[in-house]
């Protein structure tokens, strides 16, 4: 077991441009979050897949913001249309559901976007 | 939303000090981590304790769910356990998920 993983870890792009960064979760983790968390701030939840059923979107920041889980393997978060608001580290955590909604989750190392 | 604040915001300790890390939460929790971020970003699981006390090593924690808070204990403090401390909790709902909701952490640092 290697942990959560994540690509790339840096990435800077100019404003405007779409990117796309992608997780890989625990192996026989069945729910997969992704995160956003900006300078001086704890991480800010952004949505769940629980297998490949994204189950939780409302809190994604806009319409500009979208993940996959194709499969229930690794998944994608896609931003289009940059902005340099947009500028953050990108996390992503994995968990075993356990009855009562109870699972540890495990972060990944996290993608940090720069926008110019 | 549920509410997590953490206190004190910040600590600054000599080597071989004990600490005390709070964090009071406003509704009932299915989850309720203990992480350190290193340097570098990642986030380093320490403890994840809905209820009761665990300890591990130097570090022990206590959560009293039906008081709604938690705390860490450092004891015995050495440089490398400079960094963030922060407590994350997960609201209990229908069956759902609401994700982790982070406090704002506590800067800890360890002179030498």
């Known amino acids: 077991d290697t942990g959560v993983s994540q690509d790339p870890r840096h990435k800077i792009t100019k404003r405007g441009q779409n990117v796309t960064f992608r997780c890989d979760p625990i192996?026989?983790?069945?729910?997969l979050y992704w995160y956003r968390q900006t300078l001086g701030q704890g991480p800010e939840f952004l949505t769940y897949?629980?297998?490949?059923?994204?189950?939780?979107k409302s809190r994604l920041l806009s319409d500009r913001f979208s993940a996959e889980r194709p499969k229930g393997s690794f998944s994608t978060l896609e931003i289009q249309r940059t902005e340099q608001g947009d500028s953050a580290m990108y996390l992503c955590?994995?968990?075993?559901?356990?009855?009562?909604?109870?699972?540890?989750?495990?972060f990944g190392p996290g993608t940090r976007l720069t926008v110019l | 939303g549920i509410q997590v604040e953490q206190s004190p915001p910040d600590l600054i300790l000599q080597e071989g000090a004990n600490s005390t890390l709070r964090c009071n939460f406003s509704?009932?929790?299915?989850?309720l981590q203990w992480f350190h971020q290193n340097p570098w970003g990642q986030l380093i699981n320490l403890f994840y304790?809905?209820?009761g006390t665990k300890q591990n090593g130097r570090l022990s924690a206590t959560t009293v769910a039906t008081e709604r808070y938690s705390l860490l204990y450092i004891s015995s403090s050495q440089t490398t356990d400079s960094g963030v401390y922060f407590c994350a909790v997960e609201r209990k709902s229908g069956g759902g998920a609401d994700g982790l909701t982070f406090g704002k952490g506590t800067h800890l640092i360890i002179q030498p």
């Open positions: 897949f629980q297998n490949e059923a994204q189950l939780e």
């Open positions: 192996s026989e983790h069945n729910r």
């Open positions: 509704d009932s929790v299915n989850n």
């Open positions: 304790i809905p209820s």
């Open positions: 955590a994995s968990s075993y559901l356990l009855a009562g909604g109870r699972g540890e989750q495990f």
